[in-house]
Protein backbone atom coordinates (compact mmCIF):
# COMPACT_ATOMS: atom_id res chain seq x y z
CA UNK A 1 0.00 0.00 0.00
CA UNK A 2 0.90 3.26 -1.06
CA UNK A 3 1.25 6.16 1.88
CA UNK A 4 0.58 9.52 2.01
CA UNK A 5 3.79 10.39 4.42
CA UNK A 6 5.89 7.93 2.18
CA UNK A 7 4.93 10.33 -1.19
CA UNK A 8 5.26 13.33 0.78
CA UNK A 9 9.22 12.44 2.25
CA UNK A 10 9.36 11.62 -1.35
CA UNK A 11 9.39 15.56 -2.03
CA UNK A 12 5.05 15.99 -2.37
CA UNK A 13 2.71 18.21 -1.12
CA UNK A 14 0.91 16.81 1.62
CA UNK A 15 -2.85 17.31 -1.11
CA UNK A 16 -0.81 15.63 -3.74
CA UNK A 17 0.52 13.16 -1.68
CA UNK A 18 -3.06 12.46 -0.37
CA UNK A 19 -4.55 12.01 -3.82
CA UNK A 20 -2.17 10.18 -5.67
CA UNK A 21 -1.88 7.71 -2.41
CA UNK A 22 -5.57 6.81 -3.34
CA UNK A 23 -4.91 6.74 -7.01
CA UNK A 24 -2.06 4.34 -6.39
CA UNK A 25 -3.81 2.13 -4.21
CA UNK A 26 -6.47 1.02 -6.47
CA UNK A 27 -3.75 -0.03 -9.05
CA UNK A 28 -2.26 -2.98 -10.01
CA UNK A 29 0.32 -4.45 -7.17
CA UNK A 30 2.92 -5.53 -9.42
CA UNK A 31 5.29 -2.62 -10.12
CA UNK A 32 5.98 -2.32 -13.47
CA UNK A 33 2.60 -2.85 -14.04
CA UNK A 34 1.49 -0.30 -11.36
CA UNK A 35 4.32 2.50 -13.03
CA UNK A 36 2.91 1.76 -15.99
CA UNK A 37 -0.47 2.62 -15.55
CA UNK A 38 0.50 5.51 -12.53
CA UNK A 39 2.69 7.11 -15.77
CA UNK A 40 -0.24 7.36 -17.73
CA UNK A 41 -2.20 8.61 -15.39
CA UNK A 42 0.42 11.24 -14.71
CA UNK A 43 0.75 12.35 -18.14
CA UNK A 44 -2.91 12.50 -18.35
CA UNK A 45 -2.94 15.02 -15.28
CA UNK A 46 -0.41 17.02 -16.61
CA UNK A 47 1.54 16.96 -13.50
CA UNK A 48 5.23 18.32 -12.96
CA UNK A 49 8.19 16.43 -13.05
CA UNK A 50 9.05 16.11 -9.58
CA UNK A 51 5.37 14.57 -9.24
CA UNK A 52 6.52 11.77 -11.78
CA UNK A 53 9.92 10.88 -10.04
CA UNK A 54 8.26 10.96 -6.39
CA UNK A 55 5.69 8.69 -7.48
CA UNK A 56 8.02 6.10 -9.58
CA UNK A 57 10.87 6.46 -6.48
CA UNK A 58 7.48 5.03 -4.39
CA UNK A 59 6.57 2.09 -6.62
CA UNK A 60 9.63 1.30 -6.74
CA UNK A 61 11.07 2.04 -3.41
CA UNK A 62 12.06 -1.72 -2.78
CA UNK A 63 12.96 -3.23 -5.94
CA UNK A 64 16.57 -4.97 -6.36
CA UNK A 65 19.23 -2.71 -6.64
CA UNK A 66 21.09 -5.31 -8.24
CA UNK A 67 19.24 -5.67 -10.90
CA UNK A 68 19.69 -2.52 -12.18
CA UNK A 69 16.84 0.81 -12.37
CA UNK A 70 13.61 -0.09 -13.28
CA UNK A 71 12.26 1.08 -17.03
CA UNK A 72 10.74 4.48 -16.64
CA UNK A 73 8.35 3.56 -19.39
CA UNK A 74 7.61 0.52 -21.09
CA UNK A 75 5.09 -0.06 -23.55
CA UNK A 76 1.44 -0.84 -23.38
CA UNK A 77 -0.26 -3.52 -24.85
CA UNK A 78 -2.53 -1.44 -27.00
CA UNK A 79 0.97 0.73 -28.15
CA UNK A 80 2.62 -2.61 -29.36
CA UNK A 81 -0.36 -4.12 -31.20
CA UNK A 82 -0.28 -0.75 -32.98
CA UNK A 83 3.53 -0.20 -34.12
CA UNK A 84 5.23 -0.30 -37.33
CA UNK A 85 7.15 -3.00 -36.50
CA UNK A 86 4.18 -5.45 -35.09
CA UNK A 87 2.32 -4.23 -38.42
CA UNK A 88 5.14 -5.36 -40.51
CA UNK A 89 5.38 -8.65 -38.69
CA UNK A 90 2.22 -9.21 -39.70
CA UNK A 91 2.73 -8.28 -43.06
CA UNK A 92 5.13 -11.23 -43.67
CA UNK A 93 3.25 -13.72 -41.65
CA UNK A 94 6.05 -14.09 -38.82
CA UNK A 95 4.85 -15.19 -35.52
CA UNK A 96 7.69 -13.42 -32.86
CA UNK A 97 9.79 -10.05 -33.20
CA UNK A 98 12.98 -13.07 -32.80
CA UNK A 99 11.36 -14.12 -36.58
CA UNK A 100 11.02 -10.30 -37.70
CA UNK A 101 15.00 -9.91 -36.42
CA UNK A 102 16.27 -13.24 -38.27
CA UNK A 103 14.14 -12.57 -41.53
CA UNK A 104 15.99 -8.74 -41.28
CA UNK A 105 19.56 -10.12 -40.85
CA UNK A 106 19.14 -12.25 -44.39
CA UNK A 107 16.95 -10.07 -46.20
CA UNK A 108 18.36 -6.33 -45.38
CA UNK A 109 17.59 -4.59 -48.63
CA UNK A 110 13.86 -5.81 -48.54
CA UNK A 111 13.73 -4.97 -44.62
CA UNK A 112 14.75 -1.43 -45.11
CA UNK A 113 12.48 -1.23 -48.04
CA UNK A 114 9.29 -1.99 -46.50
CA UNK A 115 9.99 -0.08 -43.42
CA UNK A 116 10.66 3.00 -45.49
CA UNK A 117 7.96 2.44 -47.28
CA UNK A 118 5.98 1.56 -43.74
CA UNK A 119 6.87 4.81 -41.86
CA UNK A 120 6.02 7.27 -44.86
CA UNK A 121 9.18 8.56 -45.71
CA UNK A 122 8.38 10.78 -48.70
CA UNK A 123 10.89 11.67 -51.46
CA UNK A 124 10.86 14.21 -53.98
CA UNK A 125 12.36 11.72 -56.26
CA UNK A 126 12.98 7.87 -55.96
CA UNK A 127 15.71 6.26 -54.87
CA UNK A 128 17.97 3.75 -57.50
CA UNK A 129 18.43 1.00 -54.94
CA UNK A 130 18.43 0.66 -51.17
CA UNK A 131 22.04 0.31 -50.69
CA UNK A 132 25.13 0.03 -52.81
CA UNK A 133 27.84 -1.65 -51.84
CA UNK A 134 30.02 -1.21 -54.63
CA UNK A 135 32.47 0.62 -53.26
CA UNK A 136 32.70 -2.00 -50.19
CA UNK A 137 30.42 -2.69 -47.22
CA UNK A 138 32.82 -0.25 -45.18
CA UNK A 139 31.27 2.34 -47.35
CA UNK A 140 28.07 2.03 -48.49
CA UNK A 141 25.66 4.87 -50.15
CA UNK A 142 22.05 4.28 -48.92
CA UNK A 143 19.45 5.66 -50.76
CA UNK A 144 21.95 6.88 -54.41
CA UNK A 145 19.43 8.71 -56.52
CA UNK A 146 17.30 9.51 -53.95
CA UNK A 147 16.49 13.67 -53.23
CA UNK A 148 14.32 14.19 -50.17
CA UNK A 149 13.43 17.38 -47.62
CA UNK A 150 12.60 15.17 -44.25
CA UNK A 151 10.25 18.12 -43.44
CA UNK A 152 7.74 16.82 -46.52
CA UNK A 153 7.15 13.53 -43.97
CA UNK A 154 7.46 15.44 -41.14
CA UNK A 155 3.81 17.15 -41.82
CA UNK A 156 2.43 14.35 -43.77
CA UNK A 157 0.06 13.72 -40.74
CA UNK A 158 -3.18 15.56 -40.04
CA UNK A 159 -3.33 19.00 -38.84
CA UNK A 160 -4.69 18.28 -35.79
CA UNK A 161 -2.38 15.08 -34.73
CA UNK A 162 0.15 16.07 -31.90
CA UNK A 163 3.23 16.38 -33.14
CA UNK A 164 5.43 17.51 -29.85
CA UNK A 165 4.53 16.88 -26.11
CA UNK A 166 6.92 17.94 -23.95
CA UNK A 167 7.13 18.80 -20.17
CA UNK A 168 9.90 21.27 -18.61
CA UNK A 169 10.91 19.90 -14.99
CA UNK A 170 8.96 22.11 -13.25
CA UNK A 171 6.28 23.01 -15.94
CA UNK A 172 3.19 21.26 -16.83
CA UNK A 173 2.28 18.83 -20.06
CA UNK A 174 2.50 20.61 -23.21
CA UNK A 175 1.26 19.72 -26.94
CA UNK A 176 1.76 21.26 -30.21
CA UNK A 177 -0.22 20.11 -32.91
CA UNK A 178 1.45 19.17 -36.88
CA UNK A 179 -0.45 22.32 -37.82
CA UNK A 180 0.73 24.70 -34.91
CA UNK A 181 4.76 22.98 -35.37
CA UNK A 182 4.48 23.67 -39.43
CA UNK A 183 3.36 27.13 -39.17
CA UNK A 184 6.15 28.11 -37.00
CA UNK A 185 8.72 25.99 -39.26
CA UNK A 186 7.56 27.69 -42.07
CA UNK A 187 8.21 31.35 -40.31
CA UNK A 188 11.93 30.06 -39.09
CA UNK A 189 12.54 28.84 -42.73
CA UNK A 190 10.88 31.92 -44.83
CA UNK A 191 13.07 34.29 -41.93
CA UNK A 192 16.13 32.83 -42.91
CA UNK A 193 15.40 32.87 -46.67
CA UNK A 194 14.69 36.76 -45.83
CA UNK A 195 17.62 37.25 -44.21
CA UNK A 196 19.73 36.18 -47.36
CA UNK A 197 20.30 32.75 -46.63
CA UNK A 198 20.05 29.92 -48.61
CA UNK A 199 20.47 26.06 -49.68
CA UNK A 200 24.49 24.94 -48.61
CA UNK A 201 24.60 27.61 -45.73
CA UNK A 202 25.63 25.98 -43.01
CA UNK A 203 23.82 28.10 -39.53
CA UNK A 204 25.12 26.93 -35.89
CA UNK A 205 22.27 26.62 -33.04
CA UNK A 206 23.56 26.77 -29.44
CA UNK A 207 20.10 26.39 -27.60
CA UNK A 208 18.71 24.58 -24.75
CA UNK A 209 16.61 21.02 -25.92
CA UNK A 210 13.46 22.21 -26.10
CA UNK A 211 10.04 22.59 -28.45
CA UNK A 212 11.68 25.29 -30.05
CA UNK A 213 15.27 23.65 -30.93
CA UNK A 214 12.62 21.55 -32.81
CA UNK A 215 11.43 24.09 -34.69
CA UNK A 216 14.41 25.99 -35.25
CA UNK A 217 16.09 23.20 -36.72
CA UNK A 218 13.15 21.73 -38.73
CA UNK A 219 13.05 25.54 -39.78
CA UNK A 220 16.58 25.57 -41.49
CA UNK A 221 16.21 21.96 -42.90
CA UNK A 222 13.41 23.25 -44.56
CA UNK A 223 15.20 26.23 -46.08
CA UNK A 224 17.63 24.25 -47.57
CA UNK A 225 15.35 23.15 -50.35
CA UNK A 226 15.37 19.25 -51.58
CA UNK A 227 18.43 16.99 -50.06
CA UNK A 228 20.19 14.62 -52.12
CA UNK A 229 20.23 10.84 -50.80
CA UNK A 230 20.85 11.02 -46.96
CA UNK A 231 22.19 14.49 -46.57
CA UNK A 232 20.31 17.11 -45.19
CA UNK A 233 20.93 20.56 -45.40
CA UNK A 234 23.83 22.11 -44.24
CA UNK A 235 23.29 22.26 -40.15
CA UNK A 236 25.46 22.14 -37.64
CA UNK A 237 23.60 21.76 -33.64
CA UNK A 238 25.15 22.32 -30.48
CA UNK A 239 23.93 22.45 -27.65
CA UNK A 240 25.38 24.07 -24.46
CA UNK A 241 22.20 25.24 -22.80
CA UNK A 242 23.88 28.60 -21.65
CA UNK A 243 24.14 31.71 -24.19
CA UNK A 244 27.35 32.27 -25.46
CA UNK A 245 28.20 35.95 -25.83
CA UNK A 246 29.30 37.82 -29.29
CA UNK A 247 32.74 36.74 -29.49
CA UNK A 248 31.74 32.81 -28.68
CA UNK A 249 29.28 33.10 -31.17
CA UNK A 250 32.06 34.41 -33.56
CA UNK A 251 33.94 31.80 -32.74
CA UNK A 252 31.44 29.04 -32.91
CA UNK A 253 30.42 30.13 -36.64
CA UNK A 254 34.01 30.95 -37.46
CA UNK A 255 34.92 27.07 -36.72
CA UNK A 256 31.94 25.44 -38.41
CA UNK A 257 32.40 27.79 -41.65
CA UNK A 258 28.48 28.77 -40.44
CA UNK A 259 26.68 32.08 -42.00
CA UNK A 260 24.68 32.38 -39.05
CA UNK A 261 24.23 31.76 -35.54
CA UNK A 262 20.94 30.90 -33.59
CA UNK A 263 21.70 31.26 -29.97
CA UNK A 264 19.04 31.93 -26.78
CA UNK A 265 20.63 35.52 -25.93
CA UNK A 266 18.19 35.50 -22.64
CA UNK A 267 19.83 31.93 -21.91
CA UNK A 268 16.17 30.60 -21.15
CA UNK A 269 13.53 29.21 -23.68
CA UNK A 270 12.23 31.62 -26.87
CA UNK A 271 9.22 31.52 -25.51
CA UNK A 272 5.81 31.80 -26.98
CA UNK A 273 6.40 29.87 -30.67
CA UNK A 274 3.94 32.84 -32.31
CA UNK A 275 6.35 35.56 -31.61
CA UNK A 276 9.59 33.47 -32.15
CA UNK A 277 10.07 35.20 -35.39
CA UNK A 278 10.24 38.75 -33.47
CA UNK A 279 13.33 37.40 -30.98
CA UNK A 280 16.72 38.68 -31.11
CA UNK A 281 17.58 35.25 -31.30
CA UNK A 282 19.48 35.37 -34.26
CA UNK A 283 23.25 36.47 -34.93
CA UNK A 284 24.58 36.94 -38.80
CA UNK A 285 28.03 36.25 -40.29
CA UNK A 286 29.52 39.02 -42.74
CA UNK A 287 30.98 36.52 -45.38
CA UNK A 288 34.25 39.29 -45.57
CA UNK A 289 35.11 38.86 -41.99
CA UNK A 290 33.17 35.77 -40.11
CA UNK A 291 34.71 37.11 -36.76
CA UNK A 292 32.36 40.36 -36.75
CA UNK A 293 28.76 39.29 -35.54
CA UNK A 294 25.78 41.49 -36.59
CA UNK A 295 22.46 41.15 -34.17
CA UNK A 296 19.72 41.08 -36.62
CA UNK A 297 17.70 43.85 -34.74
CA UNK A 298 14.57 43.48 -36.44
CA UNK A 299 13.59 40.77 -38.52
CA UNK A 300 11.96 41.35 -42.02
CA UNK A 301 8.00 40.10 -41.43
CA UNK A 302 7.99 36.31 -42.40
CA UNK A 303 6.04 35.22 -44.92
CA UNK A 304 3.65 33.04 -43.13
CA UNK A 305 2.57 30.86 -46.51
CA UNK A 306 1.43 27.52 -45.88
CA UNK A 307 4.90 26.36 -48.11
CA UNK A 308 7.66 27.78 -49.63
CA UNK A 309 8.66 26.66 -52.94
Same mark, same amino acid.
Given at each position: ???? /? ?29 ? /???? #????? !? ?16 ? #? ?7 ? =? ?10 ? *? ?23 ? $? ?9 ? &? ?27 ? $? ?23 ? /? ?28 ? =? ?23 ? &? ?6 ? !?????? !? ?5 ? &? ?15 ? &????? #? ?15 ? *? ?12 ? $? ?6
Amino acid at each position: MTTK /QSLIQSGLTPDKAQYWAKHLDGLPSVPAVRW /QQAG #AALLQ !AGEPFAVHRAVYQEIFSH #ANADAGPPA =AWSPAPGDIATA *NITQLQQQLGLDSSEALHRWSVTNR $NEFWARAIELV &GVRFRQPYDAVVDAASGIETPRWLPGAEM $NITDSCFAHAPEAPAIIFQGEDGPL /QSWTVAELEALVNRVANGLAAMGLAAGDAI =AVDMPMTAESVAIYLGIIKMGGACY &GATLAGCT !ALSSGR !APSRRQA &GGMCELFKARACIIDVR &GAEIG #AHRTISQRRTLFRVSRA *NPKEVLTERRPPRP $NLRKERR
